[in-house]
């Protein structure tokens, strides 16, 4: 029998070579945690839902939305307490921390801002938990990790 020629002969060639190839074994890659997953639960949760707006940082690093903190009761002069809860921000209706400037403005102060990675610009998301007069200020870097995964 005659050896194949031209076309032919390469194609056993190729033929040959791939079944000398060891048969690559699947990399075991290990599913990565999901934002959600690393999130710490808040201490506490409103039982009747949240309401949610999105708002940009001024320069001065005041945020507002004028419908959530209308459905929390906030007037400008309110006097209100945050704290930081791991990447979130916590803001409620508090003597001791800061006040709704005369324009109804949230002001993070630069600490906040330092601690969740702020700047003038950033989005944030806010969460209003009507019944427990909760504000929760979230970097939107966390909403595009949600998206994302």
Not at 68 to 74: K, P, V
């Amino acid at each position: 029998m005659a050896s194949p020629s031209g076309l032919a002969s390469v194609k056993q060639r190729e033929r040959l070579v791939a079944a000398l190839r060891p048969v690559p074994t699947a990399a075991v890659v290990a599913p990565q945690p999901s934002l959600l997953a690393e999130l710490r639960p808040l201490p506490i949760t409103p039982s009747a839902g949240w309401l949610h707006g999105f708002a940009r940082l001024d320069v001065g690093g005041r945020v507002r939305d004028a419908q959530l903190f209308t459905a929390l009761g906030w007037e400008p002069g309110r006097e209100l307490a945050v704290e930081l809860s791991g990447e979130r921000a916590l803001v409620r209706s508090e003597a001791g921390g800061g006040r709704l400037d005369p324009r109804g403005r949230l002001s993070l102060s630069e600490t906040v801002r330092n601690a969740l990675a702020l700047g003038a610009g950033d989005g944030v998301l806010l969460s209003a938990g009507i019944e427990a007069g909760l504000l929760v200020v979230t970097p939107a870097r966390c909403c595009d990790a949600v998206v994302s995964a």
